[in-house]
Structure formats: C-alpha cells, structure tokens
C-alpha cells in the first residue's frame, strides 16, 4: 500500500496514542481534517495491507499492580529459537518474545520473553511452566527482574523524510 500524505498525516496524529475521549477517531479526524468514518476506513484499510500491524493500547503495567518485571533470557540452540520463540508465544502471561544474537564468552542466550506479574514468585513460576511444558529444564536461562522504570511507552514513527 502507498501511502498518501493524509494516511502519513493520520499515522503521525495516532501514534502518540488516541485521545481519551468518547469519540477518540472523531477527534482525530477533526485534528487533521478528515470525518469520523474516513479516519475508521483509513485505519482499516493499513491493517488489512500490513503497512499497520498491531492497533492497540500500551498498558501502563506498574499502575496497573504489576511490580514483578521480568525478562528471561534462555540458551536455546540455534536450530530451536524459532520454535521455541512460537511456542512461547503462545502464552498469555509472555508479553514480549523475540531472538538477539549471542555475546559470546559472556553472553549465551539467544531467546528473550518478558513476563509481567505482581509477585516475584507468581513469574518464577510461570518461568518454570515454559521450561517444564517446553523441554527446556536443563537450558541454561537468567531471570532479570526489572529494578527502576525509567521509561515505558509505545512505538514511534517519524513519517517525514530526513532533509
């Protein structure tokens, strides 16, 4: 899909998020000079052709109780990470999951999932539910619970070009 200059006007009006209002697309729309329902269409029409792949919301998590961060970083053989990385997926409680290169001599993990929990011990828990469902009780892998929150928000995008 080609992009005209009113879809790049509208994905740069909702990525900092849609206003907290009853109508959020209408007020978009009226931001940038389209009607509700042109601002629906629009949206749609990106999702279907991929140029937007996921329309949701950031959970602001911390606020939310959820205080036990973690992200678990697994040793998984090469010739495994995309499976394991679909077979993690496939649980609610994992949030994040994707692949990053190894770091060799001090750095062996190549699968990385973040699960978020209010308590410590409800995500050990859930770290044992993947290694245990998943095979992987003898993987070498590191619990890394987060400490301070210094930043957490959705993705941005600057449509313009560079000049």
């Known amino acids: 899909m080609e992009l005209t200059e009113a879809d790049q006007k509208l994905v740069e009006a909702i990525a900092p998020g849609l206003p907290l209002v009853a109508e959020p697309y209408a007020a978009i729309g009226e ?50 990470v995309d499976e394991m990385g679909r077979r993690f997926s496939a649980y609610d409680f994992v949030t994040l999951c994707y692949q990053r290169p190894r770091r060799l001599p001090d750095w062996p993990y190549t699968l990385f999932c973040m699960i978020h929990g209010k308590e410590r011990e409800s995500v050990l828990q859930q770290v044992d539910v993947l290694a245990k469902e998943c095979g992987l009780e003898d993987v070498e892998r590191a619990v890394l619970f987060s400490g301070r929150r210094f930043k957490q928000r959705g993705a941005r995008y600057a449509m313009k070009e560079a000049q």
Do not use: T
Not at 47 to 76: D, F, P, Q, T
């Open 31 to 80: 931001q940038i000079g389209m009607d509700e329902s042109e601002v629906i269409e629009r949206i749609e029409k990106m999702i279907e052709s991929g140029v937007i792949k996921r329309h949701g919301l950031v959970v602001r998590h911390h606020e939310l109780g959820y205080r036990a961060n973690a992200m678990c970083v697994w040793n998984i053989p090469d010739d495994k």
